[in-house]
């Protein structure tokens, strides 16, 4: 564990105090959690993304040919 030391706008401190004690926790724990849940919605986003990137593009019409209606593409 690493500590750090950050400085916060008082109304903000007065807040992740009151949500620290809320959770039975401490405000060093609280926005370490914080952190932790933002670095991991991070990197599920950058998994997706590069698994979307890497599939191979989809030719929606032959040349020539209409491009094929929102219906066709999407069954519902």
């Known amino acids: 564990m690493k500590n750090v030391t950050i ?17 039975n926790t401490s405000v060093s724990r609280l926005v370490g959690m914080m952190l932790k849940e933002k670095m991991q919605e991070e990197e599920a986003y950058l998994l997706a993304m590069e698994q979307y990137l890497a599939q191979k593009p989809q030719v929606l019409k032959k040349a020539g040919a209409r491009y094929p209606q929102r219906e066709e593409l999407h069954e519902r």
């Open 7 to 23: 400085t916060l706008d008082e109304k903000v401190a007065r807040w992740a105090r009151i949500r620290a004690a809320e959770q």
